[in-house]
């Protein structure tokens, strides 16, 4: 079955960097897309960035702009979020997510229809 | 980016009744927009695509209407597995804000 398989947990301190992974399997790896989604304790599902697995190419939201980058592994059907200068505001659970394409004659339509289980960082000095 | 913003933030209902949930786009986004249902500790479920498209399993109480800027989430008789919080997400090739949620809880 189709599965997402996340990292473990890290605590990290402000200005580290952490590098989150994400294995696919179950599904031709190079025909999804992928978003990393983030949420904070007690907040709401903030978008990062996609990965596009088949070129590499990427996108991220401006917030993160500066400070993620998203890479992938096309032998070992892999996805990594790395998130640098890390402040304590970063302190949330990280998930990565499929992207789903339907298309008709017209456009394409997105929605993500699997998540990972998500991995939590914290930052804490 | 494009944002979301979502109406109410919170919103009280007892079991049975309708619920609608808005979603505002800062530009038009077509139907480019996706429902999701999220419980605690627990990924979001998709409910609707393409703005009014139900997944597949997911109960004919809840339906999306809408294009452009201004979107709808209606659960038409509130079941107590229902609450929950509920995002909305504009998705396109490069991009997949999401609002900033409602969370449903029981009167």
């Known amino acids: 079955q189709v599965q997402l398989v996340q990292s473990g947990a890290e605590v990290k301190k402000p200005g580290a960097s952490v590098k989150v992974s994400c294995k696919a399997s179950?599904?031709?790896?190079?025909?999804?897309?992928m978003h990393w989604v983030r949420q904070a304790p007690g907040q709401g599902l903030e978008w990062m960035g996609i990965?596009?697995?088949?070129?590499?190419?990427?996108s991220y939201a401006q917030k993160f702009q500066d400070r993620v980058t998203m890479t992938r592994d096309t032998s070992t059907s892999t996805v990594y979020m790395e998130l640098s200068s890390l402040r304590s505001e970063d302190t949330a659970v990280y998930y990565c997510?499929?992207?789903?394409?339907?298309?008709?004659?017209?456009?394409?339509?997105?929605?993500?229809?699997?998540w990972g289980k998500g991995t939590t960082v914290t930052v804490s000095s | 980016d494009i944002q979301l913003t979502q109406s109410p933030s919170f919103l009280s209902a007892s079991v049975g009744d309708r619920v609608t949930i808005t979603c505002r786009a800062s530009?038009?986004?077509?139907?480019?927009l996706a429902w999701y249902q999220q419980k605690p500790g627990k990924a979001p479920k998709l409910l609707i695509y393409?703005?009014?498209t139900l997944q597949s399993g997911v109960p004919s109480r809840f339906s999306g209407s809408g294009s452009g800027t201004e979107f709808t989430l209606t659960i038409t008789s509130l079941q107590p597995e229902d609450f929950a919080t509920y995002y909305c997400?504009?998705?396109?090739?490069?991009?997949?804000?999401f609002g900033g949620g409602t969370k449903v809880e029981i009167k």
């Open positions: 990965i596009i697995p088949s070129g590499g190419r990427t």
């Open positions: 530009q038009g986004i077509s139907s480019y």
């Open positions: 997400q504009q998705l396109n090739s490069y991009s997949g804000t």
């Open positions: 179950g599904y031709t790896f190079t025909s999804y897309y």
């Open positions: 997510a499929r992207v789903r394409t339907v298309s008709t004659s017209a456009t394409k339509y997105y929605y993500v229809d699997v």
């Open positions: 393409a703005a009014s």
